[in-house]
């Protein structure tokens, strides 16, 4: 018999665990598709965009990952277009693609509200390439204002607005106030930099939300403990290259980062379906299309209510939709009567910072050092390969006994002409 040919775009938490459950299995032939040659543990992200970490910490040559599972074959290349007629998706090398199944996992990018200009002022954080991006600015912001004299600009240097405060925006305003009030401390001789300010800017009344609101309110206070200005009720109506407009005030930044929202891949829209605000796809109780049942959408674009509530796009829920999606193909029936997705939700984790994290799981809570311990074990079981996990271990340690973020290297010396 015939190989089923299975085509996963995307190799993400769902992409990946997806592509596993096909692992040695003759009867399927696997063409797992990426932009890029690596899996990322988005995860830890933010620790590659603060110095915590290199980027090797966080990712996994894919082929390194299947090297032993002959019926997986990967393809680093960009798909433009889904038949869904044809059954054939399309490269950005106009090579088509036939597929018997197709799993769609393209993950999300960060969205501006309609407001695409602003991202050239405030990057967002969901590639490698962002997080080095963000690196290197932060870091050559410290490295200008010690070579200016002018109050202003130094002021302006020194100056980091957060937008959204979400787990990443939480987790990268912590991470910024310890670089400045820690690893940097006593590094520059002109500029001290523990007078660096920090503002957390979030829209709603508290800050991460889908947390209860007594954790939430820890970890605000955390948060400014560690001179972290948080701006509850506040919507951004201007950013420039000079700062951030909040109704009447203008806070004037060299360095803004984006955390405040993510859209769905613009793939998704070659197929015709139906979509949410944010551009998922709303999927029916198998996480296929209600009028194809040979496409599959998991992850960040996958719109699918459990509950009267629309799962998040959280690495947990793409994780398990990934295995779900790769068993139900393996039953190889399109004609019985699929099981229905059910997410078993095992809890929440924040970082805030060195000894303090956030922990929710059912009726537990825990905040503190034993949260913190709990999120670090947690983190480090879920990277992939042993390198990776022994790598972040011994980074954890020398940072839990020194307090230093190791990875501070600029590439890119960014120069005095870019200020304005």
Known sequence: MK????????????????????ANRPDFQVLLVDKTNHHLFQPLLYQVATAALSPGDIAMPIREIFRHEQNIKVLMATVTSVNRQKKEITLDSQQAILYDYLILAPGS???????????????????????LYIREWILNSFELAENTSDQTIIESLLTFVVIGAGPTGVEMAGAISEIAHQSLKKNFRSIDPSHTKVYLI??????????????????????????VTVLLNTKVEEVLAEGVRIGERFIQAH???WAAG????????TLNATYDKQGRVIVGADLSLSDDPSVFIIGDGCCYQEKDK????????????????????RKNDL?????AFHYVDRGMMANIGKFDALVLSGPLQ?????????WCFVHIYFLIGFRTKLFVFIQWVFYFFRGQRNVRLIETPFQKKNLK
């Open 109 to 131: 990018r960060h969205a501006y509200f309609g407001r695409p200009e602003w991202e050239q002022f405030a990057p967002g954080l969901k590639t490698l390439s962002d997080a």
């Open 310 to 329: 629309i799962l998040p796009a959280i690495a947990p829920v793409a994780v398990q939709q990934g295995r779900f999606v790769g068993k139900l193909i």
């Open 262 to 269: 993510n859209t769905a891949s613009p793939l998704l829209k």
């Open 3 to 22: 190989p089923k040919q299975v085509v996963i775009v995307g190799a993400g938490f769902g992409g990946l665990n997806a592509a596993k459950e096909f």
């Open 335 to 339: 004609k019985v009567k699929r099981p």
């Open 366 to 374: 825990s905040t503190g050092l034993f949260a913190w311990f709990a």
């Open 255 to 257: 360095n803004i980062i």
């Open 202 to 227: 979030e829209g709603s009344a508290q800050i991460l939300n889908g947390y209860p609101q007594k954790l939430a309110n820890y970890a605000q206070r955390d948060l400014e403990k560690k001179r």
